[in-house]
């Protein structure tokens, strides 16, 4: 399906993240991201309360803010990799809108 690039920089480093949709069904993407040595599933989307990450390979989940601020989302740095975060945090930030129930979740409007 759909591929998006997004460049990824962290403690001086550069390097590229890709994220591919394998499954979108309004609520809810299954994705592939790969960037520098990290690629894995992911399932991110909205529920009642907000908006959710999910990698289940790694047994881990989380709330998200929303998929435009990368700071929040790099909270996540303490419990993984910085690389992979910010190659997650970057990725995640190319995904198109989600719609529930009228409302709009990982607008561009949020930063």
């Known amino acids: ?3 998006s690039t997004s460049v990824c920089e962290y403690l001086g480093q550069t390097w590229i993240a890709h ?10 993407y299954e994705v592939k991201i ?3 040595e990290h690629s894995f599933h992911a399932i991110i989307g909205a529920h009642t309360n907000g ?8 047994q881990f989940g989380c709330e998200l803010d929303s998929i ?13 990799d ?9 990725a995640i930030r190319l995904l198109p809108p989600i719609r529930k129930d009228s ?8 930063n």
């Open 1 to 3: 399906m759909m591929l």
């Open 19 to 28: 994220v591919e949709i394998l499954e979108d069904d309004g609520l809810f």
């Open 34 to 36: 790969t960037g520098r």
């Open 51 to 58: 908006v959710f990450l999910c990698i289940p390979a790694w």
């Open 68 to 80: 435009h601020d990368l700071f929040f989302n790099r909270h996540i740095r303490d419990s993984f």
């Open 82 to 90: 910085p690389y992979f975060v910010e190659t997650l945090s970057s």
């Open 103 to 110: 409302k709009l979740y990982f607008d561009e409007e949020t």
